[in-house]
C-alpha cells in the first residue's frame, strides 16, 4: 500500500525508503503536492512531526508519516535543537549552518564538543496516529569530513565506526542514525498493527 512520506527533501527519501519498503509500504514523496513551509510551528519534535503529518494526511487522504530532527549541541545548552534547520536563518544551506555552528563552538575542547541527534517520526491515518523516538550520540569535529548525508552529517562524529554520519554507508546509517531507529520502532510497530487505505475516511 502506499504511504506518503511527507518530504521534499531527497536525502531524507533515499534513506528511509528501503526501511519502509522492506516493510511492504510503497513510499512516495510530496512531489507536486502544494507544501507549507510554515507548519513547524512546535516547540518539540513530536509537535512538529504530528502537525506535518496530519496537515498532509488531510491533503493527500493517504496514511501520512512525517519526521521532525535536530542536532542537540553540549557546549550550547541544547542548540540548535528543534531550531536546526533555520538555525541559520530560513534560506541557508545545509553547509551555511554547518559552518555557523562550527563557528559557535570554535573555542570548544575536543572533552566537550558532545552532541546527539534527535529524531521523533509521526504516522497519522485515519484511525489514529503514533510517535516514535530515535536519538545518536556523538561528538563534533572541527571540520567537515565525508561526502554523504546531509544537514550536519559530515561534522557528527559517532565512536563506535570511528567515521562521521558523512562517512557511513547507507546500511550503517540506516541502523545507528536517529531518523533510522525512529523509523525502524515505526516499522516494527507497523508490522505489529497494520494500516490499510480502506481505513481512510470518504
Known sequence: ?????????EGKIRELSR???????????????ATDEELETGTTYEENALLKARYYHQVSGLPTIADDSGL??????????VYSARY???????????KKLLEAIQAV???????????VAAI?????????????HGRLLHELRGAGGFGYDPIFFYEPLQKTFA??????????????????????????????????TD
Open 88 to 98: 541559520a536563518g530560513a534560506d541557508a544551506s545545509d553547509l551555511d549552518r554547518t
Open 72 to 81: 542537540e549541541v553540549d557546549a550550547l545548552n541544547g542548540t540548535p535543537g
Open 1 to 9: 500500500m502506499k504511504v506518503l512520506l511527507a518530504t521534499t527533501n
Open 109 to 119: 575542547p575536543d572533552d566537550e564538543r558532545g552532541a546527539h541527534f534527535v529524531c
Open 167 to 200: 562517512e557511513l554507508t547507507h546500511d550503517e546509517k540506516v541502523k545507528v542514525s536517529h531518523r533510522g531507529q525512529a523509523f525502524h520502532y515505526l516499522v516494527a510497530w507497523l508490522k505489529q498493527t497494520p494500516i490499510t487505505e480502506d481505513d481512510k
Open 19 to 33: 526501511i519502509l519498503d522492506d516493510a511492504g509500504y510503497e513510499v512516495i514523496g510530496l512531489g507536486n503536492l
Open 124 to 136: 497519522v491515518w485515519a484511525g489514529g496516529e503514533q510517535t516514535f523516538l530515535g536519538e545518536a
